[in-house]
Nanobody, 125 residues
Framework: VQLQASGGGVVQAGGSLRLSCAAS????????LGWFRQPPGKEREFVAA???????NYADSVKGRFTISRDDNKKMVYLQMNMLKPADTGIYFC????????????????????WGQGTQVTVSS
């Protein structure tokens, strides 16, 4: 399975961006999917996850501002980011897990099987 993230850029605080992640290969519809980010000088952290059923989970820091969604027919996962803050700056990675875990377990990077290459998001104040 290969993942390709895109959609990052530079945006002012309060603005919006939509990240996309295209997958190739694998049983995409069975996968748990997630977005993580790595702020400058920090470790990779959980942002959002979506189960194969469509239910979602978010980090507290992005609840109410970010929305994760998936399109299994297109093998795509999205992250709509609104009301962006400078603290949202970082490299954003999409990831896929082969469907063996619960949604609640999809918040640790080490449980994911496949990763995209990352896309940079910079939010200026």
């Amino acid at each position: 399975v290969q993942l390709q993230a895109s959609g990052g850029g530079v945006v002012q605080a309060g603005g919006s961006l939509r990240l996309s992640c295209a997958a190739s290969g694998g049983d995409f519809a069975d996968y748990g999917l997630g977005w993580f980010r790595q702020p400058p000088g920090k470790e990779r952290e959980f942002v959002a996850a979506i189960y194969w059923t469509g239910i979602t989970n978010y980090a507290d820091s992005v609840k109410g501002r970010f929305t994760i969604s998936r399109d299994d027919n297109k093998k795509m996962v999205y992250l709509q980011m609104n009301m962006l803050k400078p603290a949202d700056t970082g490299i954003y990675f999409c990831a896929a897990e082969r469907g063996y875990l619960s949604l609640q377990e999809l918040n640790r990077p080490q449980v994911f099987d496949y990763w995209g290459q990352g896309t940079q998001v910079t939010v200026s104040s």
